[in-house]
C-alpha cells in the first residue's frame, strides 16, 4: 500500500525492519498462486511458523475491463488468504485487503503484475514492550516506537495494529497495570484539531474495545508543549522523534 505524505506517530516496540512483505505471482487470468510461488509460499511458511499478517494487496496485468481485474485481484488475495489460514498462520482481525486490479504502477513485464504482496511481521521481534514494563517504575515513562497514523488524523495504519495487539497482551497479562497515554505531534506549536489528544485517544479506544477495563487507563494530548527536539525541527529524525506516544506507568 502506498502511504504518501503520511505524518509518523511513534508509538510501538517494533522496528521498521521487522515489518515485513512477501510477492506472489499468478499465471495469467489465474486466481491462485502459479507452481513457482506455490513453492515460495511453502517455503516461506516452513520459515516463519509465528508470522503475523496484517495486510493482502491484490494486483493484475492490463488485459482485460478495470471492473474484471478488480474482482480478480479479490479473488486472489482471497485465495492467498485461504492458504495462509490452511497453514495456520495468524491473520489479524483487522487485516486489510486491499484490491488495486490493474490501477498502480505498472511494470513493463506483464508478469510481474499480476501478483498479490502480504505484509507481516514475526512476533519473536517484539519483547521490548514487556521488557519496558518490567523496567520501568511508578510515575515512569517509557515510550512505545512505531505506530504511525495517517497524516493529519487519528486513523491508524494497517500495519501499527500488530503493535496495539502487543500493548494490549502486556495489560492482559499485568492486571494491576495503569497506565496514562500521552499524545504528541511535531512541527507546529499549535494543535488547534487536537490531533495528539485523538491519536492518545484512539489507543485508548481500541484497548478498551478490546477487554481492558477503562479505569485502568486514561490518555492526555500535549500538542508539540514537550518535543524532544526543539521547533522547528532541523530534520525528519527530529521530527519523527516528536510524533510520539509516551506511556505513563500508574500503577504496577
Known sequence: MKLINCIFLVLSFIPLSAQE??????????SNPNSKSIQVLNDWIKQNPLAEVYMIEGYCDTVDSKIYNLKLANR??????NILKINKIKIFDE?????????????????????VTFWFRNTTENKSVAHSVNLAQKNQFFELKGLNFYGGSDKILPQSFPVLEDLLQVLLKNQNLKIEIHGHICCFTND????????AQAVYKYLVANGIDELRLSYKGFGSSKPVYPLPEKNEEERVANRRVEILILEK
Do not use: A
Open 192 to 199: 488547534t484539531e487536537e490531533i495528539s489528544l485523538l491519536r
Open 76 to 81: 486472489r488475495i482471497h485465495s492467498v488468504e
Open 95 to 115: 487485516l486489510e485487503r486491499i484490491p488495486y486490479g490493474e490501477v498502480f504502477d505498472f511494470s513493463i513485464h506483464q508478469s510481474e503484475n499480476r501478483k
Open 21 to 30: 512483505k512477501l510477492d506472489i505471482y499468478f499465471d495469467f487470468n489465474k
